[in-house]
Structures are given as C-alpha cells and as structure tokens.
C-alpha cells in the first residue's frame, strides 16, 4: 500500500533559505484501533541541514548600469572562490553572480572590472542561505 500524506498548511522555505530540507515524520504516537484501521497522529519537523551557504547578486556603476565581466572574489585569508558576473537574470531577481557552496563565515568580497575602481565589502555568509550583495563600482 502506498500512503499519501499532503501538508496542509503547506511547508514554506523562507526568504534566502535553501531547499535542501529534510522532513522527519514520527509517528510513534499513532496506533492501530481495529482491523486496518489505525488513528494517524505524526509529529513533523523540517530541518535544514545545509551547512554552507550561497553568494549571489549584482554589479552596477553608478548610474545602476549592469556591469557584465566583472571578476568576483570573496576570501576569508586561507580560501578564495571566484566567479564573472554576466547579464542580469530577471526570471532570478536580476542575479548577476552565483557563488556555491561556501563555508558559513566572514568574507572580503571583491568585484573588479577594467576602466573601474574596485568595490569591496565584509560580507557575511550564512549556512543555508543565499547570502545577497549588490556591488557599486565607480
């Protein structure tokens, strides 16, 4: 037999969070009343269990023109990832970059681009998150 179970009220993923959730069903409070009959009572939890974190965002110049090429760094002094920003994606909220998969901590984010001065920030990146920065350069 196959058992069906639909949430209601339906599980939301907060803002920035990522969808990489386990659902836990406990039902060790259920039991069996009569012949196939049983009285379904679970306890559900959602955990996100994600341990690193997304960064994502744009690069403008100053009169809020998308930069496309600008180099994108982001360092915590023992590790660096990289990355281009390229043109703004509207179906995504206008992201320019994507940085996976990075550790939970404090970065110096770096856009760089020729022609441009850099523009740098103290960043904080968040288990489980899509961690958002929009870079000004001038």
Not at 126 to 131: A, D, F, I, R, T
Request: negative net charge; charged residues 10%; glycine residues 8%.
């Amino acid at each position: 037999k196959i058992m069906v179970i639909a949430f209601c009220p339906a599980v939301w993923v907060g803002e920035h969070l990522s969808e990489e959730l386990d659902i836990v069903m406990d039902v060790s409070n259920s039991f069996k009343f009569a012949v196939n009959k049983y009285i379904f009572k679970p306890i559900v939890s959602v955990v996100n269990y994600t341990t690193e974190g997304r960064f994502v965002g744009g690069v403008i110049d100053v009169y809020g023109n998308p930069l496309v090429g600008a180099i994108i760094s982001l360092s915590d002094g023992n590790n660096t990832f990289y990355t281009m920003s390229i043109a703004p994606i509207p179906e995504l909220d206008n992201i320019m970059f994507l940085i996976p998969e990075i550790p939970a901590g404090t970065y110096t984010a770096t856009a760089s681009l020729s022609g441009y001065q850099n523009s740098t920030s103290t960043v904080t990146i968040l288990e489980g998150n899509y961690n958002s920065h929009l870079f000004v350069m001038q």
